[in-house]
């Protein structure tokens, strides 16, 4: 999908309310106070129609971490991937690129998100942790002017000229050079998610220092960690989220 067609994508889905599997979804806007603050947090309630929460468990933990991951997709297709029934694979929020906070179930409870292999083992991790996806294609292979897809070397999302559109690293992280950048509206919403998140479940605004930020990291380092990483100091190989592409030092002088 081409970087401009995201915007009709993403406003057919809020306001059919059905992802890319057709499932039906009532959403509604809603806010919640920030703890110990004045702020407010909007975001959307999105539940599925036929009332189907197979896919977390409602079952409470106490939370030390908060995890950041992107989708490799768009939200139509983020929103059904996170939703299988039975499969109990999601994370309580998904962030689109127009900024909105979509809740998918309560982040009390849980759901399986870091996978297979995880350092300290999916179970564990993902029950002590709140997952947050951001809605991001992920990296990107030139092929002559164009920037592509991982999914179709024909599926182009943006050219090379359209600067404002993808992150070209100086380094390859992981073997890849070029990155779909984040929008504005998500950096916002998430700053103001991670306020909500840290107040509430009493996580510190804590990070691992850069050389450590962007790889996996000891086991006994990582699970005794209490603040925010991301899906890539859980696994070593096959993810991408979130690396160097993204504006770690915005996010961490936000909650400072």
Request: aromatic share 12%.
């Amino acid at each position: 999908m081409k970087a401009t067609s995201i915007a009709k994508h993403e406003r057919t889905f809020f306001e059919s309310g059905r992802d890319s599997d057709g499932k039906a979804f009532i959403l509604k806007d809603m806010a919640v106070p920030i703890k110990g603050t004045n702020e407010v947090m909007p975001y959307v309630s999105c539940r599925l129609k036929n009332k189907d929460e197979s896919f977390f468990v409602k079952e409470k933990n106490t939370k030390t971490q908060i995890v950041l991951h992107y989708t490799a997709g768009y939200i139509k297709g983020d929103v059904a991937a996170l939703s299988r029934p039975n499969y109990r694979v999601s994370t309580a929020f998904i962030l689109p690129r127009n900024g909105k906070i979509l809740n998918m179930w309560s982040s009390a409870f849980w759901s399986y998100h870091l996978g297979s292999g995880a350092v300290g083992g999916n179970t564990n991790g993902s029950k002590r942790s709140i997952g947050i996806e951001i809605s991001n294609i992920g990296f990107l292979k030139r092929i002559g002017d164009n920037l592509v897809t991982v999914y179709n070397d024909n599926d182009v999302y943006c050219t090379i000229h359209d600067t404002n559109l993808y992150t070209r690293l100086d380094t390859p992280y992981r073997g890849e050079v070029y990155f779909a950048t984040f929008t504005e509206k998500q950096y916002q919403s998430l700053e103001i998610l991670l306020k909500y998140l840290t107040a509430t479940y009493n996580i510190p605004k804590a990070f691992l220092p850069e050389e450590k930020r962007y790889d996996v990291i000891s086991k006994n380092e990582l699970v005794n960690f209490k603040g925010i990483v991301s899906h890539v100091n859980y696994r070593s190989s096959g993810k991408w989220d979130i690396g160097p592409a993204f504006n770690w030092e915005r996010i961490i002088s936000s909650l400072q």
